[in-house]
Antibody, heavy 118, light 109 residues
Framework: QVQLVESGGGVVQSGRSLRLSCAAS????????FQWFRQPPGKGLEWVAV????????YYADSVKGRFVISRDNPRNTLHLQMNNVRAEDTAMYYC???????????WGQGTLVTVSS | QSALTQPPSASGSPGQSVAISCTGT?????????VSWYQQHPGRAPKLMIY???KRPSGVPDRFSGSKSGNTASLTVSGLQAEDEADYYC?????????FGAGTKVTVL
C-alpha cells in the first residue's frame, strides 16, 4: 500500500538549517509530483512547495522562497525539504503529499514537527 | 490571512445536511476547476474528500458533494454522521501554487 513517512523534524534555533525527508513506498515514485505542506499548531494548512514528477520544476510559497529547497532522490524514492535560515513562523507540522490529480493531493504522510526556538 | 475565505464553524444534527462555502478570486477558484476539499480529524493528516470541484476519490461516501459557481466553491455533507465531525479545508490551484482556506470546524450536534 502507499506509504509516505516524514522524518527530520525537531527543535532548531532561529537562523539555522534543517532537512526534512519523506520516504515513499508502495507505488512508482517517478510517476508522481510531490508537495510539502505545513500546519502551525492549532492553525490551518499552508502549501509550501511542489516538485514535478521528473524534478524539472519546483515552485515555492512566497513565505519560504529563497530559504527552502525542495528536491527528490528518485533512486531512493525520497523527497526532501531543505530549510535554511529558519524563523519562528516556520514552526509547524510538516506534511509531504503525493499528487492525486491536478491540484489535489490524495496521500499524505503522518507529518514531522519542526519547532524553531530563539 | 488565508487566500480563500471559509466560515469558521458549521453544525448540524445527525441526518441533516451542512454546507460550507469557500470564496476565492478570479485568480484561483474563478479561473480553475481545481478545487479540492480535505477533512482533518484532530491529530491526523488531512484526507482528500473532493477533487476537481465535484469528484469523489474512491472510498469517499456519496454523502459528500462539491460544487462551484464563479469565485465560490461549496462542500455539502448530507446525512450527517458523528464521524463527520472534523475540520474541513478547501484549496484551489492558483497558477503554480496552491491556496487554502482557514478551515471550517463542523460539529455534529
Amino acid at each position: 500500500q502507499v506509504q509516505l513517512v516524514e522524518s527530520g523534524g525537531g527543535v532548531v534555533q532561529s537562523g539555522r538549517s534543517l532537512r526534512l525527508s519523506c520516504a515513499a513506498s508502495g507505488f512508482t515514485f517517478t510517476t508522481f509530483g510531490f508537495q510539502w505542506f505545513r500546519q502551525p499548531p492549532g492553525k490551518g494548512l499552508e502549501w509550501v512547495a511542489v516538485i514535478w514528477h521528473d524534478g524539472s520544476r519546483q515552485y515555492y510559497a512566497d513565505s519560504v522562497k529563497g530559504r527552502f529547497v525542495i528536491s527528490r532522490d528518485n533512486p531512493r524514492n525520497t523527497l526532501h525539504l531543505q530549510m535554511n535560515n529558519v524563523r519562528a513562523e516556520d514552526t509547524a507540522m510538516y506534511y509531504c503529499a503525493r499528487d492525486y490529480s491536478y491540484g489535489s493531493f490524495g496521500d499524505w504522510g503522518q507529518g514531522t514537527l519542526v519547532t524553531v526556538s530563539s | 490571512q488565508s487566500a480563500l475565505t471559509q466560515p469558521p464553524s458549521a453544525s448540524g444534527s445527525p441526518g441533516q445536511s451542512v454546507a460550507i462555502s469557500c470564496t476565492g478570486t478570479s485568480s484561483d477558484i474563478g479561473r480553475y476547476d481545481y478545487v479540492s476539499w480535505y477533512q482533518q480529524h484532530p491529530g491526523r493528516a488531512p484526507k482528500l474528500m473532493i477533487y476537481e470541484v465535484s469528484k469523489r476519490p474512491s472510498g469517499v461516501p456519496d454523502r459528500f458533494s462539491g460544487s462551484k459557481s464563479g469565485n465560490t466553491a461549496s462542500l455539502t455533507v448530507s446525512g450527517l454522521q458523528a464521524e463527520d465531525e472534523a475540520d474541513y479545508y478547501c484549496s484551489s490551484y492558483a497558477g503554480g501554487k496552491t491556496v487554502f482556506g482557514a478551515g471550517t470546524k463542523v460539529t455534529v450536534l
